[in-house]
DNA sequence: CTGAAAGCGCTTACAG
DNA sequence: CTGAAAGCGCTTACAG
């Protein structure tokens, strides 16, 4: 393995300098840092993370935190930042909650994850109280994407939740139902992770600036998932009347819903209207109409909003946070409820 | 932060022996061992990872490498991979190849990745010779998952893709079906990557045991995701006269078959009989008939294969690879062809 | 602008 | 079984 004093040695200056020059200080002459970054080119040299750590450098990595890597925006995020960081030269260093709360608290608590990594991106983790404080005493960078989980100091990528749903309801109203479910994300973890309460929230305002009623027995809870969303909607078909219309908190619990519908031999749209939010890539498949979030986007703006702390921009520069637009797109999915037709 | 020498102090004992008992040397006596646990555990002491790797330790880390990591196959593997691998104390750095020829070659040539783990998981990853080279020489302990990336002295996890394929198509010949088109993966990638072309030859050969010629005409490429799929069944549209069913080598791609033959006018199954290969999370919802293969169970199963040489079993324990079975699942996507009933 | 030297926090021969 | 000391490969004050 080539080490910084092969190249010290070839470009023929003192490791001191290869160091400064391989990192761009401004203290070298241009000259030099020619010399030196031809001279480690030569010998494929590359620093080696724990050395440069252990001396007070950098590590080039970044720790990405997600609840499930197998959910489709968690996948599609994930792979997005990625894709930036891994341009801009820093390794993803991948924790998957998978609902380990355990997981969770030890990951933000301990110095393990601080030593190995510059800087964090939390998706839609919940953080309690000693999170934070565990957070702000690392004097980390970081970045959060998706609402509820808002970091003081760092900045946030995200959808407006509230109104996404509230759009996705108005679409059902506008369309004539009146008796409109709504399946709702977890709320296992209640603590800072808010997204399923802002789509709740965006229902029932919709509900309401239509002169509508919420009705606590058509509200049902999924778990952002297939087949979450698949038991919410045999919990729904208890109702009588049934609803003519559902509002699945994301695409997946509205697959798990037409799912069920079909089986139970209900027709979408013609029986039960189904609308969704994410756009996932199966939602075309499925013909679901749903109000669509840039997901990808939302993992490039992020990644991008650590490149500057990374590369040592002051805490005086604070990245902005960005919300970002979704709409509304329409599909086979929703219509009319029945006796309007 | 606490370092090993607060540990050392509180334990009444040097440096050298807290590292031993930590990471469970035999040369310690019960008794100091208990002392430093306890000492370790009252100061919250972890071993930072550079300081350890760079004095000839570990990292406690593993690569992970994938194609694409917004795929379900992916994303499963990796998901389970994680779970175990964090159980047993390990983080993973994610690499998603994401089409980048590029960013493989650097990946595994580079001593970048070598500094940084102490492991390797090759999901699906195209091999040329100078990578085996890279990989030979870095004497890593590594896995790989999926057939066609064999590692000389890894262990690899993976089912039978020629056999998936068989079943698949023989189901589709078993129900009738004489003229069967496949939608194949990509083959931009060649190498030593042969996922696709095992499925292909499995699809040839139920064919030709049904004594069936097999048309290039009806052999398509997709490049294993919903659109690719899509657009090898909008070629498929073109054939005159039309299959009767269609293999799709992945759900994925199936997904987008059957999203355009609908919009195409045509029912599946009365018009053209559809069968994929995964059971996604989607084919239930679908309806798609489907040879499952063990996602989880494979990324789990990698998992474990690292665990031995990373707790430093030789090179004489070799590590045994394994071969899943998969498992054919009726649903709804396929049936006897128009004319026979 | 550049270099000599100390030091980051561990692990590993080497002694005892 | 345990400890003192060297060393892993960098970066960073401190000089010059």
Redesign the pocket.
Known sequence: ?????DV?RLA????????????G?????E???LRVLDAAARLG????P???R?????TRAVAVVVPRITRWFFSTVVEAAEDTLQEAGYSLLLYNLGGRERTRHRLLQTANLHQRVDAMMLIATPLEPSDFAAITASAMPGVTVSSGTVVPGWPSVRIDDVAAARSATAHLIGLGHRRIAHISGSSADELAFTTHLDRRRGYQEALIAAGLTTDPALDVEGDFTISGGGRATTELLRRDPLPSAIFAACDEMAFGAIAVLRQAGLRVPADVSVIGVDDHDVARVVGLTTVAQPAAEQGRLAARALLGPLRGAGRDEPVASVILPTRLILRESTAPPAGTR
């Open positions: 393995m080539t080490r910084i004093d010290a023929g200056v003192s490791t001191a300098t290869v160091s400064r020059a391989l990192r200080l401004p203290t070298v002459t000259a030099t840092r040299y590359i620093a080696s724990s050395a440069s252990l001396a007070g450098g950098k």
